[in-house]
């Protein structure tokens, strides 16, 4: 009986169609046999004619951490994982999801031990190692914009969940301020004071009040770097 696969001669066929049809005719002929065993890469165990479907050419890295998937396509996967060649232990086809360019824009998603995981390639390279408690910035951009919109400082450094949750920006505040004294490291406090005359924060309290307010031990804590920086001012100038 002769074998036609596809209404081709089994030589033709494995050209035609793909060498992953001897997986299943490469005993069925005599012609099939000998076609199969020219094309048969014997060193590549369990997927000696290939990828076993030609929809392998569509698939992504990351597919390939699904047993199935890399099963059938062996070759693409063999040579996926050796592009990738990452190093890193269940990390052998990169970011285990697409997911991951959407973390790639948030890098504060990293923070997330699942995403962490499954961004094995993405999360280290948007990690700044040389800050090893803050290696994705603030945990929440948003809520540690440090400024509003009026210019008012509003979060407060000086409590540990904040310095915690918004580490870059703290860390941007001890720059700005690195010539303060010891204890107003990020400034003044964000505070507003309420007065007669309204509510003020403090550099305008101070600009409306006077120097003389720096005195009450409160307003020198809250206000450290406004009543420091007046007094600075007022230094030189001789008063």
């Known amino acids: 009986m002769y074998l036609l696969i596809n209404g081709l001669p089994c030589n033709d066929a494995v050209d035609v169609i793909g060498h992953f049809i001897c997986y299943q005719y490469e005993r069925v002929s005599t012609e099939c046999c000998r076609k199969c065993l020219s094309v048969k890469?014997?060193?590549?165990?369990?997927?000696?004619?290939?990828?076993?479907?030609?929809?392998?050419?569509?698939?992504?890295?990351?597919?390939?951490?699904?047993?199935?998937?890399?099963?059938?396509?062996?070759?693409?996967?063999?040579?996926?994982?050796?592009?990738?060649?990452?190093g890193i232990s269940q990390c052998e086809y990169g970011d285990l999801t697409p997911r991951c360019t959407f973390v790639n824009q948030r890098r504060q998603l990293c923070y997330l031990p699942e995403n962490e995981r499954l961004c094995c390639i993405t999360c280290p390279r948007l990690a700044d190692q040389s800050k090893p408690n803050c290696k994705w910035g603030d945990q929440n951009p948003y809520l540690c914009n440090?400024?509003?919109?009026?210019?008012?400082?509003?979060?407060?450094?000086?409590?540990?969940?904040?310095?915690?949750?918004?580490?870059?920006?703290?860390?941007?505040?001890?720059t700005r301020f690195k010539d303060a004294p010891a204890g107003c490291e990020f400034g003044d406090?964000?505070?507003?004071?309420?007065?007669?005359?309204?509510?003020?924060?403090?550099?305008?309290?101070?600009?409306?009040?006077?120097?003389?307010?720096?005195?009450?031990?409160?307003?020198?804590?809250?206000?450290?770097?406004?009543?420091?920086?007046?007094?600075?001012?007022?230094r030189r100038a001789g008063g």
């Open 146 to 174: 440090p400024f509003s919109q009026t210019g008012v400082l509003r979060i407060n450094c000086y409590q540990n969940s904040v310095q915690q949750v918004c580490c870059e920006t703290c860390d941007n505040l001890r």
């Open 189 to 234: 406090r964000p505070v507003t004071i309420s007065t007669s005359k309204g509510v003020f924060d403090c550099a305008n309290y101070i600009r409306n009040f006077g120097l003389e307010v720096c005195d009450s031990s409160d307003i020198n804590r809250h206000c450290c770097y406004t009543c420091y920086r007046y007094r600075k001012h007022q």
């Open 41 to 86: 890469q014997r060193e590549n165990r369990d997927c000696e004619y290939g990828d076993r479907s030609d929809q392998c050419r569509n698939i992504q890295p990351f597919d390939c951490y699904n047993n199935r998937t890399r099963n059938i396509c062996c070759d693409r996967c063999r040579n996926y994982r050796s592009q990738m060649s990452t």
